[in-house]
């Protein structure tokens, strides 16, 4: 029965029972516990034939017969506001008979932004082998483990659930070893998923990290006290080192962004032993560079580190004659890649937060530059989000949360609309738009009408719009509103929900009416108690909106090019408004003025939060040098200088209608569900010659002034070449 009950729910998601229990040491909690955990299991039969369910609060490493089976498992907790996320595994080293198994669990104990902590550090263990099960139980010995310990001075910022490490290797032991005598410890307290606050148990839905071993760091030099090791780029590292001490020495490990962004992030303590020894932190970290400081009379024998992250590939790119458009890419895919993890991150710094803004510019990118893998990180956030929505349906990020709540409308529009849609044109999964659908509606109907036909301001908890300055907030709302009455109609009909779509677009009708009324002088959209500069945003939302006319255009144009007070968060709508025009010179010409300073430094492999290193502080701090929100350049680059777009969703089909904008070559390759697209692109004086390799059927649009040579325009999957000719 047992076995039936596990499989219906795993359908959907849940993977726990009402009896399950949380193996617990009985110790209050406290912050940055670490726990080790033992048990055996006896097995039998198929032992190839097993599906291990685990959880912990927060993080855990584990190992069966002295063997590491996996690295920092589990997920930052908060699949819904009760719930925890459960891993489900293969075991690898399980073998016929007795098998110990041990498990460092690391809880975190501190509330974040995107962390949810409960009062119950402990352990969830389900071992199905065939069909038989064998549960952790209070045969299970646990205790604190001596080594590791919370180091003084200063901590993490708030918005952080993660703490500082510190290690003492002379208290080290190695209870992972299948001989190391648990004699000592007590017996594990056994409590309900209830009473422990875990509640359901929902299967992770994105994979275990990737792990790319233990590596050399690109250079290493050192000055006194101070080692400054350098990596090739910004990463997710663990760093590592193996020294001869005497004993006693206090080494410090940082990166160079450990005030990234302003307040303090995560750093190591390790306090050396006696004799040579290895150490790797287990808490990861980010940067260019990592430092140790390592006291004279210490020997460094060799420094290294670790690089995880979430597994996908890298496997798009692009590159063209510009040397400055194939940077800002390359640089936009670096910085994407180093904010995901357990979610998306604004930054993987000073917050690791998954603010719905950020992601919704992040989703668009990972269809462009990482494999399909990529878009479990892009579901999991929308689920979330949807999940998270609060009884007055209120939608908020970041979420998960721990200690924050605020809703900024803004950014919660542009999920709710263009974000879920271009979600689904990229990846094709309707199962996640019927899924969100419902908590949908009661967002989008909890904004009201006023007489006027506008819709009524809400600040939210946070009235916030973009960084940048001059913003006509009030504009900005209605134009979002009216974006997000488009794609939410057009998610509706997707599910079938054909009423409530055509209440959207009927709403969303009146309402432009209303907007045009009010916000239009015939030169530029403002709102009438505007008094700042004209917004280059609302202007760009307008026709993203569907309110400016044709004859309107070069208007709005003529304001885009003169005006620049977006933020890189709010650049990429103005790129993409300028791009749909059909100005995509214009839109490139503009991002490489604006994107210059981040292309031409070389200190950094990624982009930054605001536009100019000479202004980084502010906000009480300073802004963030990797920033996934600054990444329009991959999509204006992609999306509209290549010209490669979904004409059926999850890239079953594509569209390519380069637009070269005085480049004589590109060439780039989408990842996509059914294999690499690939295009390469050369231009001569009047002609264009295009070779494509696609794994899907591809429709071809002439750029402008060129015609299609042969007229062929349907291409099937396969290798093609396309000349595109002037027109006389």
């Not at 205790?143 to 659930?161: D, M, Q, T, V, W």
């Not at 637009?659 to 569900?673: A, D, F, I």
Request: hydrophobic share 35%; with cysteine.
């Amino acid at each position: 029965m047992r076995q039936i009950l596990t499989f219906i729910i795993a359908i959907f998601g849940i993977v726990s029972s009402e009896c399950a229990n949380v193996m617990s040491t009985g110790v209050a909690p406290d912050t940055s516990q670490w726990i080790m955990f033992r048990g055996e299991v006896e097995v039998d039969g198929d032992i190839h034939n097993n599906e291990l369910t685990i959880a912990a609060d927060s993080k855990y490493w584990l190992w069966v017969n002295g063997k590491l089976e996996v690295r920092e498992g589990g997920l930052k907790r908060g699949p819904n506001r009760t719930g925890t996320y459960a891993d489900v595994v293969q075991l690898k080293h399980l073998r016929r008979g007795r098998n110990v198994v041990a498990v460092l669990v690391w809880y975190w104990g501190r509330q974040g932004f995107s962390h949810r902590s409960s009062d119950c550090p402990g352990l969830y263990f389900s071992l199905r082998v065939g069909n038989r099960i064998c549960e952790g139980d209070g045969s299970w010995r646990a205790a604190l483990h001596p080594a590791y310990y919370l180091p003084g001075g200063e901590i993490p910022n708030f918005r952080l659930s993660e703490s500082n490490i510190g290690f003492d290797a002379g208290k080290d032991v190695k209870f992972y070893e299948e001989k190391y005598n648990d004699s000592a410890w007590d017996r594990v307290r056994l409590v309900s998923l209830a009473e422990a606050d875990w509640n359901e148990l929902v299967a992770r839905p994105i994979p275990q990290w990737k792990d790319y071993g233990l590596k050399e760091y690109k250079s290493v030099t050192h000055s006194g006290d101070k080692w400054v090791c350098e990596l090739p780029y910004n990463a997710q590292v663990t760093p590592y080192l193996k020294i001869k001490a005497r004993g006693g020495e206090v080494i410090d490990i940082r990166t160079d962004q450990y005030y990234g962004g302003g307040p303090a992030n995560v750093r190591a303590e390790y306090v050396a032993r006696a004799g040579t020894q290895e150490y790797e932190n287990l808490g990861w970290m980010n940067g260019h560079k990592v430092i140790y400081e390592i006291p004279d009379g210490v020997d460094v024998v060799s420094l290294k580190y670790r690089e995880t992250g979430y597994d996908c590939e890298l496997s798009g790119s692009f590159d063209c004659s510009d040397p400055i458009l194939t940077t800002l890419w390359h640089k936009s895919q670096r910085t994407l890649y180093v904010t995901m993890r357990d979610n998306y991150m604004d930054c993987p710094d000073r917050e690791r937060a998954q603010w719905i803004g950020d992601v919704t510019n992040e989703l668009v990118e990972t269809f462009y530059s990482l494999s399909p893998e990529a878009t479990g990180l892009t579901r999991k956030c929308i689920r979330e989000f949807a999940d998270w929505q609060r009884t007055d349906s209120v939608m908020y990020s970041p979420v998960p949360d721990g200690n924050w709540n605020k809703e900024l409308p803004m950014q919660t529009m542009a999920m709710v609309g263009l974000g879920t849609w271009n979600y689904f044109l990229g990846s094709g999964d309707s199962a996640t738009i019927r899924y969100v659908n419902d908590a949908y509606r009661r967002y989008v109907h909890k904004w009201e009408i006023e007489p006027s036909g506008l819709v009524k301001y809400r600040k939210g908890a946070w009235d916030w719009g973009d960084w940048g300055t001059e913003q006509d907030m009030q504009a900005m709302c209605q134009m979002w509103y009216s974006i997000m009455l488009e794609y939410y109609a057009r998610q509706c009909e997707l599910v079938g929900n054909l009423r409530e779509a055509e209440w959207a677009r009927s709403t969303n009708h009146e309402l432009k009416i209303a907007i045009r009324a009010s916000m239009w002088n015939g030169r530029v959209w403002r709102s009438p108690n505007y008094t700042g500069q004209t917004d280059d945003r609302t202007q760009a939302l307008a026709f993203l909106a569907g309110l400016v006319r044709p004859e309107e255009n070069e208007q709005v144009l003529n304001t885009l090019i003169t005006t620049r007070f977006a933020s890189p968060y709010m650049e990429r709508y103005v790129l993409e408004a300028m791009c749909e025009m059909g100005y995509v010179n214009e839109a490139v010409e503009r991002m490489k003025e604006r994107y210059r300073p981040m292309a031409d430094n070389t200190s950094y492999s990624t982009l930054w939060e605001i536009f100019d290193l000479h202004d980084m502080s502010g906000n009480g701090g300073v802004w963030s040098v990797n920033h996934a929100w600054s990444g329009a350049p991959l999509i204006v680059l992609s999306k509209y200088v290549a010209g490669i777009k979904p004409s059926e969703p999850g890239f079953k089909a594509v569209e390519i209608s380069p637009m070269l904008c005085g480049l004589e070559k590109v060439k780039t390759v989408v990842p996509t569900g059914y294999g690499l697209l690939k295009v390469a692109i050369e231009k001569s004086c009047c002609r264009i010659e295009m070779e494509v390799n696609s794994p899907v059927p591809v429709k071809v649009r002439a750029p402008k002034g060129y015609y299609v040579e042969g007229g062929k325009q349907e291409l099937k999957a396969g290798k093609h070449k396309v000349v595109f000719s002037k027109k006389k």
